[in-house]
């Protein structure tokens, strides 16, 4: 799914009307009416007091068309007007109009002051005050407002986004932003939803089908992609019925260090559960016996060094090779890992160690194949780009160095990111199950077994990501957030795979047959 940035929105509306020889107070129309749809799907005629506060912009005017149909309908709605400037849109005032029409209670204008209406807990309030084209700090009393929201405890729903929010930066006052229960967004989310910062200010999100004009839909190229498994679906390359080991590669793991063998093992097991035909695990001597007993599967190649990688050197040549899980930053491993990155021509995957060791030697990234793939945590992510002022500006530094040195960066989170130049990838699955030991072991482990298969690195970063969130959300149905390994996650990655294959009606049986109702 695209997520559009403001300007292509406007650009949007204004294609439709022109396309659809429609004004933009029709498009209106028909964008409220779909809020009118959803609430009065899930209200059936209720009598919960509701209470609508239009600004006077767009926006605003989106809250007097939900408004009147609410009234129409049967509905105990009070509407409020938000007096908080001289400028009112066209379309407001067309629909101030119409609303004065079909209800002699006519909307109640609240102007500079803060005696705001009472509103209870049962209560339902619609934010219908700022839009996206907010530019400007809000009023002290407006701001008064949107924390009597808060305090009322009734639940928030907010039109397109919530009031207070900018699309392009993170707000500076956070009591100058409503607090939305859910979002009801316009065409496509926005990025903010999704962000450490901002997704604080929307509890849930929808989006509503307001009939843009598909052939903007559909060709505008857009900075952000939102991932999920439509969206993955097609990347997926399957198998023939006489396939062989051989054509899937040979995924080669490099790290390991006296007490962190294990980041290999979970590595290499993530590798060759995720596709790769073959699988070998460079360690130090001391990890030899470990990974022979604990996972059969593997080739096991050995530095000449007891303890750390102290010299990369094997005879075999990998498809693609996935370094830095548990190899520590000894001097001799950082000089084993210039030496090997000068001489080293297969794809590459670097997480933990060898990022760190990017960071202390900023000058061996120009030793990097291209589109190399790092897997950084946040605190690996600063060292290696610096500190950021807030979640844009961390974007933006990303994006720069992903250009400046060709290389597919993944920013780990809740809504983990892959950037790759200018484009952002933001994925929707996963859960605070996976903030556990090794579960980013696991990921440099996913990418590195789908490249291995012949996925290009992009494809199989964000693929991975999604496959690895995707494992995660089906484990914690069994484990729950808190006894959830990442152990876990390579054994129920199988169940991710075949769940891109699965229709809704097939989950629900599947459902029914684990609660033994088939």
Known sequence: MKIFSKDQIYEGDKLTAERQNITSTDLMERAATQIFNWMHMRMQGAQVPIHIFCGIGNNGGDGLV??????????????????????????????????????????????????????????????????????????DWVKALFMHFKSTKAF?????????????????????????????????????????????????????????????????????????????????????????????????IIGGSYGKIGAVILASRAALSAGAGLISAYVPKCGYTTLQSSFPEAMVITDVNEKLISKINFKIEPTVIG???????????????????????????????GINILSKKKALLKLLPETTVLTPHPKELERLIGKWKDDFDKLKKVKIFSKKHDVIIVIKGANTITVFQDKLYVNTTGNPGLATAGSGDVLTGIITGLISQGYNPLIATIFGVYLHGKSADIAVEHLGYQSLIASHIIEYLGDAYLDLFKQPEQLQEAEKVEEGEA
Not at 86 to 92: L, M, P, V, Y
Not at 164 to 188: H, I, Q
């Open 66 to 139: 939900l408004g009147r149909h609410l009234i129409t309908h049967g509905y105990n709605v009070k509407t409020y007007i938000v007096n908080c400037s001289d400028k009112r849109s066209k379309d407001f005032l067309i629909n101030y109009d119409r609303i004065k029409n079909v209800t002699k209670d006519w909307p109640t204008l609240l102007s500079c002051t803060e005696d705001f209406p009472e509103i209870h807990q049962d209560d339902i309030i619609v934010d219908a005050v700022f839009g996206i084209g907010l530019n400007r700090p809000i009023d």
């Open 156 to 252: 928030t729903l907010s039109i397109d986004i919530p009031s207070g929010l900018n699309t392009e930066r993170v707000p500076k006052d956070e009591d100058a932003v409503v607090w939305a229960g859910y979002t009801l967004s316009f065409a496509a989310p926005k990025l903010v939803f999704f962000l450490p910062e901002t997704a604080k200010y929307t509890v849930q999100w929808e989006v509503l089908d307001i009939g843009l004009d598909q052939e903007f839909l559909y060709t505008t190229e857009t900075e952000v992609d939102l991932i999920g498994k439509h969206d993955v679906l097609p990347m997926y390359i399957p198998r023939d019925k006489f396939s062989h080991k051989g054509q899937f590669g040979h995924a080669l």
């Open 323 to 353: 370094f830095g899980v548990g190899a520590g930053t000894n001097t001799k491993t950082i000089q084993a890992f210039e030496s090997f990155l000068k001489i080293n021509k297969a794809p590459l995957v670097i997480d933990a160690d």
